[in-house]
Structure formats: structure tokens, C-alpha cells
């Protein structure tokens, strides 16, 4: 089993920046690779960003893309996703998600979920 913890998320205008922190425990050996999804309120959870943690090759959903920046600390087992020019619809709970194994990135469903983190970005 992983276990993952993310970071506080918190409270933004449109423009500012906001990074959110993933920690993964437990059989973190066995992690074929690390991502983000959100959820905003009356939508279905969604793909944001992944990071395959063999080759750190990366994937961003398209709304995403330029703004945000997903990286890893290996040697940590943390996750991070670096935002910037968030905007209103960036408004999310935002859920860490592990592969512990051999996955098509997004595609695959993770095997193991954070708690999630709210994340809201005022106009």
C-alpha cells in the first residue's frame, strides 16, 4: 500500500500562484508514477498533470498547460504541482494519485488517492 498526504492548498486571487505539495509512504518503491486530478463541485474528478517517476516524462490536461508544473523529488517521495496564472475555473479539490504500476498516463486509473485539498481562486 502508498500512502499520500498532500499539502494545505488554500485561498487565491486570478493571477497569483499556489503550490501544492504530495507526500507518498509506504511500498513507495513499487511507484510506476505520480499525478494530480481535481474535482470541482457538480463535475466529475479530472486529469490535471502526471509525472512518470522512472524518466520524469510529464503529461498536462490542455487547460493546464504553460500554467502549471508538475516535479518530483525522488529521493522524498514528493510530488509537486507548481501553479501560476490560476484562474476562477482552477477552483478544485485538488487529489494526488499514485500508479503502482505500469500505466498509460492519463489514461490508467491510479491505484491509491490522497485525501484531497481545496484549492479556490477568487475573480
Known amino acids: 500500500q502508498v500512502r499520500l498526504v498532500e499539502t494545505e492548498g488554500g485561498s487565491v486571487q486570478a493571477g497569483d500562484s499556489l503550490r501544492v505539495s504530495c507526500a507518498a509512504s509506504?511500498?513507495?518503491?513499487?511507484?510506476?508514477?505520480m499525478g494530480w486530478f481535481r474535482q470541482a463541485p457538480g463535475k466529475e474528478r479530472q486529469f490535471v498533470a502526471a509525472?512518470?517517476?522512472?524518466?520524469?516524462?510529464?503529461e498536462y490536461a490542455d487547460s493546464v498547460k504553460g500554467r502549471f508544473t508538475v516535479s518530483r523529488d525522488g529521493a522524498k517521495n514528493l510530488m509537486n504541482l507548481q501553479m501560476t496564472s490560476l484562474k476562477p475555473e482552477d477552483t478544485a479539490v485538488y487529489y494526488c494519485?499514485?500508479?503502482?504500476?505500469?500505466?498509460?498516463?492519463?489514461?490508467?486509473?491510479?491505484?491509491?488517492w490522497g485525501q484531497g485539498t481545496q484549492v479556490t481562486v477568487s475573480s
Open positions: 509525472i512518470n517517476w522512472i524518466d520524469s516524462h510529464t
Open positions: 494519485g499514485a500508479w503502482g504500476r505500469i500505466a498509460i498516463l492519463p489514461v490508467t486509473p491510479a491505484d491509491y
Open positions: 509506504g511500498r513507495t518503491a513499487g511507484i510506476f508514477a
